[in-house]
């Protein structure tokens, strides 16, 4: 009886959220890197279409990859703020509001992947367009979902500062890892303000560096919780709680 009253330790919570992060970075880099990197192709309608009508399972599989992502990423602030919501309420309030107000625009931005396969298909009417026109709107459909990633990445920045703030003060987590999520932060904002305000910040020298602290921060806490954990409470900190 008593193991139930107390819940699940710290270690528990900590690998919980882990295994949660893992869904989401696993499935985040295959449908956001690895299924753009096989099949679009800057600046050529034709040979993006072509790319996608060769393979379209593997367009299909980055959408399925897509909802997946965003409900474990629905989840995974839940799962921290058990965690470390000890820490500072406000903070971890915060990291809960920032990341959960990304899922609905990101889920509702798939739809622009839908309608690219809307756009590939057979039915009568699109027969009223012609080639160039469809390839023409397929590219405008990717473009409008870069476009909703880009309004996704403000929400995927903030929420960073207050979880990194959280894995820093915790005690129980590394430091090194909560200052690379919080600087994290301020890359994605980087990012942001550069692809809304220059043309060509995304093939500039900035662009390449400036979300890393992001990528080893968060590749790094979700390992760490998935594979070390977090050190329990001791008894008496247990028992206050």
């Known amino acids: 009886m008593s193991a139930i009253a107390q819940g699940p330790t710290r270690k528990a919570l900590a690998r919980t959220a882990g295994a949660i992060y893992l869904i989401v970075v696993l499935t985040g880099l295959f449908g956001l890197m690895y299924v753009p990197s096989r099949l679009f192709v800057r600046d050529d309608a034709a040979a993006t279409v072509r790319n996608l009508v060769e393979h379209t399972d593997l367009f299909r599989l980055g959408i399925v990859a897509g909802f997946v992502c965003y409900i474990a990423f629905l989840l995974l602030p839940l799962a921290l703020h058990r965690l470390l919501g000890a820490v500072s309420s406000r903070a971890a309030t915060l990291m809960v509001a920032f990341a959960t107000a990304s899922v609905p625009i990101s889920l509702f931005n798939l739809t622009h ?129």
């Open 113 to 241: 992947k839908l309608d690219v396969l809307t756009l590939l298909g057979d039915a009568a009417y699109l027969r009223a367009f012609t080639v160039e026109q469809r390839d023409a709107m397929v590219m405008l459909s990717l473009d409008a979902y870069n476009n909703g990633i880009a309004v996704a990445t403000l929400f995927w920045g903030l929420w960073l500062l207050p979880f990194g703030y959280l894995v820093y003060k915790s005690g129980f987590l590394p430091r090194i890892l909560g200052a690379l999520l919080m600087l994290g932060c301020f890359g994605y904002l980087v990012q942001l303000i550069g692809d809304t305000l220059f043309a060509n910040y995304g093939q500039s020298a900035p662009a390449g560096v400036v979300t890393l602290p992001a990528a080893v921060g968060e590749i790094g806490i979700c390992l760490w919780l998935l594979l070390v954990g977090a050190k329990d409470a001791p008894a008496r900190e247990a028992q206050d709680a």
